[in-house]
């Protein structure tokens, strides 16, 4: 089966907006600059937007040097580049990795922003995967995370608004496979790239926040929970969506076609 990329997204700081690129560089780490950043408590806990929804109004942009984030919520933008410095210990849902703080004035804008005391962490390290032998930045378990449209289309006529792809914060969105095509894809081969899916994305609260407003409803999750629930790592989730692991780097296009296997 041949599956056309129709979008691939990159999130330069985890849980805030996306930035859509047509073309992107898949590293062994997921697509480049995904994730490379996070917001941490001062206990080093991550920030998310299942307990801060306003994080969906950070609009990030990153060119490997400079970091921007503009929001409807500050007069300004953060305009920092980025700095090394010596690894702090932080956490992703209690799992241990490191990042380097990016400074006070980081700092005191996102916390004003976000009315909650954060600091902005980059990146450093290595941190395996769940499963499967692969590494990721500041994502949740595994690097690349992948939606078919069709599963989305699906999903729209068993609610009463349309959602956006957004709702799903995918890497790259395919079409070609069907609806749910992708739960039985184990590979995605082309132009010397392979990705291996190796788990289904069990989704949260977020997906019921609009990206556009923080606002939150009940639906995606109350419809998905009718018919896409399932047993993945020995629990009970809703299942919408796939997760896999690098196994060939390069570049990646919309407009690619990968063949799915």
């Known amino acids: 089966m041949i599956a056309v990329v129709a979008e691939l997204n990159v999130f330069p700081v985890k849980s805030a907006g996306a930035v859509a690129l047509t073309e992107a ?5 997921g697509l480049r600059h995904d994730r490379e950043f996070m917001l941490v408590r001062p206990d080093g806990r991550h920030l998310s937007q299942r307990e801060v929804p306003e994080l969906a ?20 933008p953060l305009v920092c580049a980025a700095v090394d410095g010596p690894p702090l210990d932080v956490t992703v849902h209690k799992r241990p990795c490191q990042g380097v703080d990016q400074g006070d004035d980081a ?59 957004n709702r799903f914060r995918p890497n790259i969105v395919l079409r070609g496979l069907g609806p749910y095509g992708e739960d039985a894809v184990t590979r995605l081969r082309g132009g010397g790239v392979e990705i291996e899916l ?12 609009d990206q556009e407003t923080a606002r939150r409803a009940p639906e995606p999750l109350r419809a998905l929970g009718r018919y896409r629930t399932g047993r993945v790592d020995g629990g009970r989730e809703i299942l919408f969506g796939r997760l896999g692991i690098p196994r060939a780097t390069g ?3 919309v407009g690619d076609e990968l063949a799915a296997t």
Do not use: Q
């Open 198 to 209: 190796v788990r289904s994305t069990g989704r949260c609260v977020i997906v019921n926040t």
């Open 57 to 76: 109004l950070l609009r990030p942009a990153y060119d490997g040097v400079k970091l921007t984030v503009s929001t409807p919520l500050a007069d300004t």
């Open 107 to 165: 700092a005191r804008w996102f916390s004003a922003v976000l009315g909650a005391p954060c600091r902005l962490v980059r990146f450093t390290g290595t941190r395996p995967t769940r499963l499967g032998g692969g590494t990721l930045a500041f994502a949740d378990g595994y690097p690349v995370s992948v939606l078919s449209a069709e599963s989305l289309d699906d999903l729209n006529r068993r609610v009463e608004r349309p959602l956006p792809l």
């Open 25 to 29: 560089e898949l590293t062994p780490d």
């Open 251 to 253: 570049a990646l296009r």
